[in-house]
RNA sequence: GGAGAGAUGGGUGAGUGGCUGAAACCAGCAGUUUGCUAAACUGCCGUACGGGUAACCGUACCGGGGGUUCGAAUCCCCCUCUCUCCGCCA
């Protein structure tokens, strides 16, 4: 959510950077304005009555105090038509405040200045890539065919119990799972990330903090009977650790990292590119959020995108990292880079981590500030994060690229945390 | 699920209709004293919106929403959450 007042001092820049998203922001924009000055107005108006009244009460009870009732009844009189004023001007404030409101929650946020133009995935500017693509034999198989070989991973299984999207983890396949969420929370940890293990359901406000809701509603499954949200990833709890909270500049940086499952309906998504471990409605993931000082967030992002690039190349995997385009990125990111690896057997790039500045657009929401060391005022703070990583993909990939006769090859590093070295 | 108690500023905690945006204490910040540390003393010390270059002023906020009243942290209603006991249970 961008700032009211930020809008109100720069129309203009807010309508031309949105054009980048292919957002046109001016009917939003010039609405907004109109009925800014218009809220500002009726609440300078409405406290000068109120302060009328608070004054006209104090005197009622003094003259209380004193005896003098029939003093008191006169001033009290006149408190009738003041009364009536405060309730319709209060009305008419709530209104226009919600107006606002609805219109500035339809705002996205303003990409950053080195986000490249572009519509689609195609626009996309890739940064950094290494991918030397492995040759695998003529009868390579894909993971979901793999899978079902050495009994590792049963969709089918999944189904019954659950339906599609569900899959079961079995024997190798499950303790290959269990060690990539122990290899990246053990080098979150070494990169200074705090673990936290946060629940897996939240209720409206921390899905309003992060902006899932109200927009986003239909991506997450709901518990209606409670009124939660099963999480689509652990940026929602850990995020909102720090919603309505006011940090000391001595707290920064502030990094977490949390393993959780993620849960997304991904309504309306079928199709090939959903096979397998490619599109799941429950999967694991390990993310990294950070709460950072606005003048070194772009800082703290690089440090991010490095962490999870370290993570790939350890992986021993081909990958490459993706500048999103204006047209591509999330509603609420200012700069995103994700991160593709290559799946041999598929012959595609599968994109296994987002990592993002939203600079202070979920910290609005999340009323998220620290504690400015000159001024001593409360200024918004922001927020970052990026999986590092998403598992179904990077197993997808593994799996794929290290296929040979004899199996599956572990690559070294996550030897110690499987307890094997060939899934066969 | 049943019964009861409660929700006040960073923390503890006072406050049953006006002099309370809120005592006191602790923590924090600035200063005085001090050879250093400690202690003592003095002052400051919530957030948001609006106005003002600023000092500051106005308004709102004592879990959330509504009501009574000239006036509500305080009285009434609804909701949410927390705690205690009982039941159930990993």
Redesign the pocket.
């Known amino acids: 959510m961008l700032n ?2 930020f809008i109100q001092e720069n129309p203009e820049l807010v309508v031309e950077k949105l054009k980048k998203k292919n957002f046109n922001a001016q009917q939003i924009v010039d609405e907004i304005i109109a009925l800014y000055k218009k809220k ?1 107005e009726i ?2 108006k ?3 009555v ?2 009328e ?2 004054r ?3 005197e ?2 003094n003259l ?2 004193e005896g003098k009732k029939s003093e008191a009844d006169v001033a ?1 009189d006149k ?1 009738a038509e003041l ?1 009536e004023s405060i309730k319709q001007l209060d009305e008419e404030f709530a209104k226009i405040d919600d107006q606002v409101f609805a219109l500035q929650v339809q705002l996205p946020n303003i990409p950053a200045e080195i986000v490249p133009v572009g519509k689609t995935p195609e626009d996309n500017l890739i940064v950094a890539r290494k991918d030397e693509i492995p040759v695998l034999p003529e009868d390579k198989l894909p993971h979901w065919e793999l899978a079902k070989k050495y009994d590792i991973i049963d969709f089918e299984l999944g189904v019954k119990l659950t339906g599609a999207g569900f899959p079961v983890y079995k024997g190798k396949g499950s303790i290959l799972q269990r060690a990539l969420i122990n290899f990246f929370l053990t080098e979150a940890g070494k990169a200074g990330y705090l673990e936290v293990q946060p629940p897996l359901m939240v209720n409206e406000d921390s899905g309003f903090g992060t902006g899932q809701l109200p927009d986003k509603e239909g991506q997450m499954y709901h518990v209606t009977l409670d009124n939660l949200y099963l999480i689509p990833t652990a940026e929602v709890p850990v995020t909102n650790i720090y919603r309505d909270v ?1 940090l000391e500049v001595k707290d920064f940086p502030v990094k977490n990292c949390a393993y959780s499952a993620c849960f997304r309906r991904e309504a309306g998504s079928y199709g090939k590119d959903v096979r397998g471990l490619n599109r799941l409605h429950q999967f694991d993931k390990v993310e990294i959020v950070q709460v950072a000082l606005p003048e070194t967030s772009y800082e703290r992002l690089d440090e991010m995108v490095a962490h999870v690039a370290g993570l790939v190349e350890k992986l021993e995997l081909p990958y490459r990292i993706l500048r999103l385009c204006g047209g591509d990125m999330s509603f609420t990111s200012a700069l995103t880079y994700d991160f593709e690896v290559y799946s041999a057997a598929q012959e595609k790039w599968l994109e296994v981590s987002s990592v993002s500045n939203f600079e202070s657009f979920q910290a609005n929401r999340l009323k998220l ?1 620290y504690r400015d060391e000159i001024t001593k ?2 200024q918004i703070a922001h927020t970052l994060n990026g999986s590092a990583l998403a598992l179904p993909r990077i197993v997808a990939a593994l799996l794929e690229n290290n296929q040979t006769p004899e199996g599956i090859r572990i690559p070294k590093v996550l030897v110690p945390f499987c307890g094997f070295e060939m899934i066969n």
């Open positions: 009211l007042r500002n609440q300078a409405g406290d000068q109120k302060s009244m608070n006209i009460s104090k009622i009870g209380m105090r009290k408190t009364k006011i500030r005022k409360p």
